[in-house]
């Protein structure tokens, strides 16, 4: 048996108890070591914004459309940042005591299908609760940048800082994809990364990563630009990553831009976006925005910039900064069974967190 985080309806999280099937030939079985919370994409569902609650996705002409929802309560395997201990394996691929990283949702075991699941080892050296960004979230971040060097290079694309190397980069946004965004492209060579955000908790983990920082109240944009001078009538940041989901923070990120700069958009959106005013910056620069999804990599990188590829870039970035990540970036660290109480406290607007990671050892890891 295994207990799976089950979302009931809006505002009500629990936990239920789910039978596990036998392990098949070629599959494997691992109990969850760590399981890292997104509180923006999760808490949708908590909360009852997301699309899929409300509308039917057409995958095949990519359009949500009236009909009955694709989504609808109890919302159960939510969460795509888990880390699992091989405890049986049927399958040469993955040994027994292996600690991989997945994305299976909130449970506390699990049993993989070797026809759908994809799983990364983790090498000894790293921190088994950085592990929780190795399969998804790190690729996510790491996506955004390759788009940016795709934006500068096309396909001849070598690096993943091929878009920020020598450059100036702004993030705006400072939560977990922002901050891992923002580590992304200073391992990759920019010549200086701003993060802006609201907050200023936030703003002083983005400051202890290495970054520089702006509060977003403070019009941000007047101070780069008067600072990131390219040439007569050519200022701002060279890119930006726009890493927060409100419509106010899409509206900044192209007031940063220099002239024909590109935004990068990691965001998800739930609600409308009338704050972002397209017949002033956007239109007088001449600015592109790209959406950064991990479920496309740029055209024309596929083959060499698969998934792998990236959780590769993201275990080589948690080696780099790992330390910092761990001490500041990790908030909360709680017990499976605190995990109803935090989700529904997070939606509720009762607690805050940067990255909340669930464990049943807690004590064993220090939080």
Request: aromatic share 6%; with cysteine.
């Amino acid at each position: 048996m295994a207990e799976i985080l089950s979302i009931e309806g809006p505002g009500e999280v629990c936990l239920v108890e789910e039978k596990l099937p036998d392990v098949p030939d070629g599959g494997f079985m691992v109990a969850t070591t760590h399981s890292g919370v997104s509180a923006g994409t999760e808490l949708t569902y908590v909360k009852g914004t997301n699309p899929y609650l409300g509308a039917t996705w057409d995958p095949a002409l990519g359009l949500f459309m009236e009909g009955a929802p694709s989504v609808s309560y109890p919302v159960r395997g939510i969460g795509y940042m888990q880390v699992g201990l091989v405890v049986e394996t049927r399958t040469r691929a993955v040994r027994e005591g292996a600690l991989v990283a997945m994305c299976y949702g909130h449970r506390t075991a699990y049993v993989a299908d070797p026809m759908a699941d994809r799983f990364v080892e983790l090498p000894e050296d790293l921190d088994p609760m950085l592990g929780i960004y190795v399969a998804h979230m790190g690729p996510i971040c790491a996506n955004g940048l390759l788009h940016a060097a795709h934006d500068l290079h096309g396909p001849a694309v070598g690096q993943l800082g091929d878009g920020v190397r020598g450059r100036r980069v702004a993030v705006v946004g400072a939560g977990v994809v922002g901050l891992l965004t923002a580590c992304f492209a200073l391992s990759g060579g920019a010549a200086e990364v701003v993060v802006v955000d609201e907050t200023p908790a936030r703003l002083a983990i983005a400051e202890a990563l290495g970054a520089n920082v702006l509060a977003a109240d403070d019009d941000p944009a007047v101070t780069l630009k008067r600072r990131w001078r390219h040439g007569p009538n050519d200022r701002g940041a060279d890119v930006v990553f726009q890493c927060r989901g409100q419509a106010r923070a899409l509206a900044l990120g192209l007031r940063l831009l220099r002239p024909q700069g590109t935004l990068v958009d990691l965001a998800f959106y739930t609600q409308g976006a009338q704050e972002v005013r397209l017949g002033e910056e956007f239109h007088h620069n001449g600015l592109t925005v790209r959406c950064a999804q991990i479920g496309r990599v740029p055209r024309g990188l596929a083959h060499a910039w698969d998934r792998e590829r990236l959780s590769h870039e993201t275990i080589n970035l948690l080696r780099e900064r790992g330390g910092p990540l761990r001490e500041h970036v990790i908030t909360d660290v709680i017990g499976f069974a605190e995990a109803p109480r935090f989700l529904t406290g997070l939606a509720a607007g009762r607690l805050q967190t940067v990255q909340a990671v669930l464990c049943d050892q807690v004590e064993d890891e220090g939080g």
